[in-house]
Nanobody, 122 residues
Protein backbone atom coordinates (compact mmCIF):
# COMPACT_ATOMS: atom_id res chain seq x y z
CA UNK A 1 0.00 0.00 0.00
CA UNK A 2 1.31 3.43 -0.95
CA UNK A 3 -0.09 6.43 0.85
CA UNK A 4 -0.05 10.03 -0.30
CA UNK A 5 -0.92 12.67 2.25
CA UNK A 6 -1.80 16.18 1.15
CA UNK A 7 -3.69 19.28 2.17
CA UNK A 8 -1.27 20.89 4.56
CA UNK A 9 -0.33 24.53 4.44
CA UNK A 10 0.20 27.76 6.31
CA UNK A 11 -2.93 29.13 7.96
CA UNK A 12 -3.89 31.50 10.73
CA UNK A 13 -5.25 30.58 14.12
CA UNK A 14 -8.90 29.65 13.88
CA UNK A 15 -8.69 28.51 10.29
CA UNK A 16 -9.58 25.15 8.83
CA UNK A 17 -7.76 22.62 6.69
CA UNK A 18 -8.71 19.26 5.30
CA UNK A 19 -5.99 16.69 4.96
CA UNK A 20 -6.37 13.84 2.53
CA UNK A 21 -4.65 10.49 2.45
CA UNK A 22 -5.02 8.63 -0.81
CA UNK A 23 -4.04 5.00 -1.00
CA UNK A 24 -2.89 3.08 -4.03
CA UNK A 25 -1.84 -0.47 -4.59
CA UNK A 26 -4.51 -1.98 -2.41
CA UNK A 27 -8.02 -1.27 -1.25
CA UNK A 28 -8.40 0.32 2.16
CA UNK A 29 -11.73 -1.41 2.75
CA UNK A 30 -10.42 -3.75 5.44
CA UNK A 31 -7.90 -1.45 7.03
CA UNK A 32 -7.95 1.06 9.82
CA UNK A 33 -6.28 4.38 9.15
CA UNK A 34 -4.58 6.66 11.59
CA UNK A 35 -3.42 10.23 11.43
CA UNK A 36 -0.31 11.07 13.40
CA UNK A 37 1.64 14.27 13.80
CA UNK A 38 5.11 15.30 14.79
CA UNK A 39 5.81 18.80 15.96
CA UNK A 40 9.34 20.24 15.89
CA UNK A 41 11.39 18.81 18.72
CA UNK A 42 8.62 16.48 19.86
CA UNK A 43 7.79 12.84 19.47
CA UNK A 44 5.21 11.75 17.00
CA UNK A 45 1.72 11.34 18.48
CA UNK A 46 -1.52 9.80 17.36
CA UNK A 47 -4.16 12.36 16.41
CA UNK A 48 -7.10 10.34 15.21
CA UNK A 49 -7.88 6.93 13.79
CA UNK A 50 -10.83 5.28 12.13
CA UNK A 51 -11.72 1.63 11.92
CA UNK A 52 -12.46 -0.32 8.77
CA UNK A 53 -16.18 0.01 9.45
CA UNK A 54 -15.95 3.78 9.21
CA UNK A 55 -17.79 4.18 12.49
CA UNK A 56 -15.26 3.42 15.18
CA UNK A 57 -13.01 6.40 15.76
CA UNK A 58 -10.66 7.63 18.41
CA UNK A 59 -9.08 11.03 18.78
CA UNK A 60 -6.49 12.79 20.84
CA UNK A 61 -8.16 14.68 23.66
CA UNK A 62 -6.77 18.04 22.55
CA UNK A 63 -8.38 17.77 19.09
CA UNK A 64 -11.78 16.42 20.08
CA UNK A 65 -14.52 18.73 18.87
CA UNK A 66 -12.16 20.33 16.35
CA UNK A 67 -10.85 17.49 14.16
CA UNK A 68 -12.98 14.91 12.37
CA UNK A 69 -11.68 11.82 10.66
CA UNK A 70 -13.66 10.20 7.87
CA UNK A 71 -13.13 7.78 5.04
CA UNK A 72 -14.40 7.31 1.51
CA UNK A 73 -13.61 3.77 0.51
CA UNK A 74 -14.92 4.34 -3.00
CA UNK A 75 -12.09 6.85 -3.41
CA UNK A 76 -9.65 4.88 -1.29
CA UNK A 77 -9.18 8.06 0.70
CA UNK A 78 -9.22 9.12 4.32
CA UNK A 79 -9.71 12.68 5.43
CA UNK A 80 -8.88 14.70 8.49
CA UNK A 81 -11.01 17.82 8.75
CA UNK A 82 -9.28 20.24 11.06
CA UNK A 83 -11.23 23.24 12.34
CA UNK A 84 -10.36 25.97 14.82
CA UNK A 85 -6.68 25.37 14.30
CA UNK A 86 -4.25 26.49 16.97
CA UNK A 87 -0.52 27.17 16.84
CA UNK A 88 0.04 23.99 18.87
CA UNK A 89 -1.41 22.01 15.96
CA UNK A 90 1.65 22.93 13.92
CA UNK A 91 3.32 19.69 12.86
CA UNK A 92 3.98 17.31 10.04
CA UNK A 93 0.92 15.12 9.71
CA UNK A 94 1.23 11.51 8.61
CA UNK A 95 -1.34 8.94 7.65
CA UNK A 96 -0.81 5.28 8.29
CA UNK A 97 -2.60 2.03 7.63
CA UNK A 98 -3.07 -0.89 9.98
CA UNK A 99 -5.49 -3.62 10.90
CA UNK A 100 -7.00 -1.89 13.91
CA UNK A 101 -7.53 1.65 15.12
CA UNK A 102 -4.82 2.14 17.73
CA UNK A 103 -4.20 5.74 18.62
CA UNK A 104 -1.20 5.25 20.86
CA UNK A 105 0.69 2.44 19.21
CA UNK A 106 2.54 3.27 16.01
CA UNK A 107 3.87 -0.28 15.80
CA UNK A 108 0.38 -1.45 14.86
CA UNK A 109 0.56 0.44 11.58
CA UNK A 110 2.25 -1.19 8.62
CA UNK A 111 2.27 1.48 5.95
CA UNK A 112 3.00 5.18 6.25
CA UNK A 113 2.62 8.18 4.01
CA UNK A 114 5.29 10.82 3.57
CA UNK A 115 3.68 13.53 5.67
CA UNK A 116 2.20 16.93 4.99
CA UNK A 117 3.19 20.07 6.89
CA UNK A 118 0.60 22.10 8.74
CA UNK A 119 1.71 25.45 10.10
CA UNK A 120 -0.66 27.56 12.16
CA UNK A 121 0.40 31.13 12.78
CA UNK A 122 -0.76 33.09 15.81
Amino acid sequence: VQLQASGGGLVQTGSSLRLSCVASGESLDYYAIGWFRQAPGKEREGVSCIGSDGEYTRSLESVKGRFTISRDDAKNTVYLQMNSLKPEDTAVYYCAVGLRCFLNNEDRYDYWGQGTLVTVSS
